[in-house]
């Protein structure tokens, strides 16, 4: 770890933990762009990097897009990202009544504290947790995967049926290509250019890039409010952290464990911190009204949700949310397998992405206290410029991938499928994250069988695989049970 | 007088049902696509799965969730669209902006025209669609979109060594 920190302050780590750092706030700051979007894009010029720059880079725009999300929501009630709806609640009742400034002093301080409490599980659970992957097998794996996915397609917001589609939908729009086992040639209908499959950047960028940018056209009349900040009123106190210290240590524990679930993400983890804080608070009906703790528990616990979701990428290769989605595709694309092993063939890596995430969070909270009343101001760059830089970055980074033009069309496709999941509120986490994991459960199911000789019951002599499967089924049926004895209940009631 | 507010609420719920449907018939016909594309597959040989059995696996239970989508949306009028509703002009800003874009691609795709050429107007059309038809807002948009294009080509060859058309 030590090793990490120290190659970490090497001028270029530095300058691009800074950028990223510095894009990410700015980006999350702007409403209608996302950190995801973000990550995306910068994805095609990280070719060039090291690994460890490109995700120096990418884990400093991934902490400053949660980040920068504060301030829209605190100044315009508009979440600059999907973390933050629950600051607005109160972040914008603060700002209302003149207060802004202190609802966004806070907000970065209670986001530096959720980034440091999750970095410690993350520095604490990481290398264990590595260790305990490093004794599975294709079974474990595949099953890993199979929870991960179905858990995802569970928890993550909206229907569940919904959610499973677009589990299957991923899973099998990775399919064309050559088969990873036997190299067998599938679902290529005859095009040449298929035969390497559907590449991950592009389905990625156009997503999340061109979905949202289709999503941002038409919502571009709307004109946003003019709100300023000045700088004197950006300050910290010692007693500030003394006043909210139960606060922010259950917010940063709750966001981390939501973190760790896939497919929950930020804005649950913000909006269990807030209830919870409400919960025990003696004033519960001062939330909502531009109470100080509201903003303290929705921002330490989005931030928090980060380092939480660090984990399974880093330790087993399983990402928790899109962007960690996003990040596993940034490792593929350098070459280096997500998973256990990298702590054993890439501890640079491994160690350099708690490093960054630390180190990013040190970044965030100096940037953003001194530069937050400028950073304001960027909110009403003109969208229409801003739009069409972003789908040129869109169509040129796409490119430059292959130098074809076959993964630009792919990644216009994307976006219209992605714009159009949307619209019937179709989640899109699990259809990226089924994208990204299904070679890998293919290939570990398909070995899993080989070795066993095609016995599937194989399954339940391995302890780990078989509770995988349990907590996949139990995931996949509970909110049925659920559902059914609320109905019965009602019932009840009614009679 | 009093059947109006109840047809309004019955073409409210048809709506979203209309979409959730439209969900369900594409995924239910990808899943058939999937499985005919798998057909011609040859059957496992040195392993006990095969290259067909997965994709037309996960294309049959993807095609019963669709049913089952399809059933409820039926039932009980499925759920409603993401979002605010849509201004007509916003709309079809939306849908010169696509038209522009598919066509800024298919003539660098069919080598018509190189990116320096291409990407300039398309930018300045972009610009003039997005921010208003007015001279200054046009100015405005040309300078831009050739500075953009300028610095991108020069970075994009010169700095990551890649060839743009």
């Known amino acids: 770890m030590f090793d990490a920190f120290l190659a970490l302050a090497a001028p270029w780590p530095v300058f691009y933990l800074i950028i990223g750092t510095a894009l990410g706030i700015v980006v999350g700051s702007i409403p209608g762009l996302t950190a995801s979007m973000l990550i995306a894009l910068t994805l095609p010029l990280t070719f060039s990097m090291s690994p460890t720059n490109a995700m120096t880079l990418l884990i400093g725009e991934y902490v400053g897009g949660i980040s920068g999300g504060l301030i829209a929501a605190t100044l315009m009630r508009m979440p600059g990202t999907p973390a933050s709806i629950m600051t607005t609640f109160d972040g914008f009742p603060m700002a209302q009544r003149g207060a802004g400034e202190r609802a966004l002093s806070l907000g970065v301080m209670a986001s530096f504290v959720g980034g440091l409490i999750s970095w410690g599980f993350l520095a604490l659970l990481s290398p264990p947790l590595a260790r305990l992957a490093l004794t599975f097998g294709p079974w474990e794996y595949f099953t890993l995967v199979l929870m991960a996915l179905v858990m995802l397609a569970s928890l993550s917001q909206g229907s569940m049926l919904k959610g499973l589609i677009a589990a299957c939908l991923g899973v099998l729009l990775a399919m064309p290509g050559i088969d990873p086992s036997i190299g067998q040639l599938r679902l290529t209908f005859g095009f040449n250019d298929m035969t390497g499959g559907l590449s991950l950047l592009p389905v990625l960028i156009g997503t999340f890039a061109v979905s949202q940018i289709l999503k941002d056209i038409l919502t571009i009349e709307k004109p946003l409010p003019k709100v300023t900040v000045s700088r004197k009123g950006v300050a910290l106190r010692w007693s500030d952290i003394r006043m909210h210290g139960g606060n922010l240590a259950r917010s940063g524990v709750i966001g981390t464990w939501i973190g760790i679930l896939p497919g929950i993400g930020g804005n649950i983890a913000a909006m269990m911190a807030y209830a919870t804080a409400r919960q025990v608070s003696k004033t519960p009906k001062k939330f909502g009204t531009g109470h100080e703790p509201g903003v303290v528990a929705a921002e330490t616990a989005n931030n928090a949700s980060i380092g939480g979701a660090l984990i399974p990428l880093i330790t087993m290769g399983i990402p928790g949310s899109v962007t960690e989605a996003i990040l596993i595709g940034a490792l593929i694309i350098h070459n280096l397998q997500p998973g256990p092993l990298l702590f054993v063939t890439n501890p640079e890596i491994a160690y350099g992405v708690i490093a960054s995430y630390l180190a990013a969070n040190v970044v965030m909270v100096v940037m953003m206290l001194a530069s937050i009343s400028y950073i304001a101001k960027l909110m009403y760059l003109p969208r229409a410029y801003l739009l069409t830089a972003i789908l040129l970055f869109c169509v040129v980074g796409t490119f430059a991938l292959n130098n074809r033009f076959f993964d630009v069309w792919v990644m216009l496709a994307f976006g219209a499928i992605g714009f159009a999941l949307e619209r019937v509120k179709v989640p899109l986490g699990p259809f990226v994250i089924g994208f990204v994991l299904s070679p890998i459960a293919e290939e570990q199911l398909r070995s899993a069988a080989m070795s066993s000789g095609g016995d599937f019951t194989a399954i339940f002599t391995r302890p780990f695989a078989t509770a995988f499967l349990i907590v996949s089924l139990v995931t996949l049926v509970w909110p049925f049970l659920a559902a059914r004895r609320q109905a019965k209940r009602a019932t009840q009631e009614r009679q | ?165």
Do not use: K
């Open chain 2, 1 to 165: 007088m009093s059947e109006s507010p109840r047809n309004d609420a019955g073409a409210a719920s048809r709506a979203p049902a209309v979409g959730d449907l439209a969900f369900a018939g594409a995924i239910i016909a990808l899943a058939a696509v999937v499985w005919i594309g798998t057909a011609d597959l040859p059957p496992p040989r040195y392993e006990p799965i095969g290259s067909a059995a997965i994709p037309r696996g996960v294309a049959l239970l993807m095609a019963f969730l669709a049913l089952l989508l399809g059933v409820r949306a039926l039932r009980t009028g499925g759920e409603a669209s993401v979002g605010e509703p849509v201004s007509r002009r916003a709309a079809a800003t939306a849908v010169v902006l696509i038209a522009a874009t598919l066509i800024y691609v298919a003539l660098m795709d069919a080598r018509l025209v190189g990116f320096r050429v291409a990407t300039i107007p398309f930018l300045t059309v972009c610009g003039i669609l997005l921010g208003g038809f007015r001279l200054r807002n046009a100015v405005t948009a040309l300078i831009f979109a050739a500075a953009l294009t300028l610095v991108l080509h020069f970075v994009f060859t010169q700095f990551f060594y890649i060839d743009l058309p």
